[in-house]
């Protein structure tokens, strides 16, 4: 397993070459936004977005009038590049740097929203701890959980890591009996360079 430093210094790398230089980059969270409509998300429902980094995602839902978001990412360097887009806006977005496997959550929020980290949890240890916190980070009288992952069909690697793919039911089976599919979708995301790679997109409520 990798130690406390090891995660960081790669993703303070990887955001450091620039946005097309990663396969996930995209210009606007449209499937972010997407399922949170889908799940009937609104301005007055809080929003972490988990492995954010230097996601759109924040702004976008600035423009839309959230005003409880909240980023947390394991890079400083991915945190920083959002930060410096949002300009003055980046000081309505809680920032929070930690890894989501040992992260301790000092609240709840109504929607965890996770495009692309889960999918870095290959062992069961690091699922596990994932998905402690997913439990203790959201409410549970009505805490959604959106996930996009790469579907069964898409790379084994991501950023030169290895990833679990998945399908819906897959994933379902990994959240476990305290959380119920409420929507599914598959999106074939371009890369900066032109290829295709097809993800699942997962949204799930907790049950009460």
Known sequence: METATEPAEHWDQTYGQGDTTRSWFQLGPLWSLRMLDRAG???????IDVGGGSSPLAGALLARGHSDLSVLDVSIIGMQAAQQRLGAAADQVQW?????????????????????????MI???DRGAYLQTLERATDPERGFAIFATFAPHGPLQCSGLPVTRYDAADLAAALGVGWRLVEEDREAHTTPSGLIQPFTWAVFRRRH
């Open 41 to 47: 998300i609104g301005p007055a429902d809080s929003v």
């Open 96 to 120: 929070l740097l930690g890894d989501v496997r040992t992260w301790q959550p000092l609240r709840r929020y109504v929607v965890w929203h996770d495009r692309a980290l889960f999918h870095f």
């Open 123 to 125: 062992s069961e240890q």
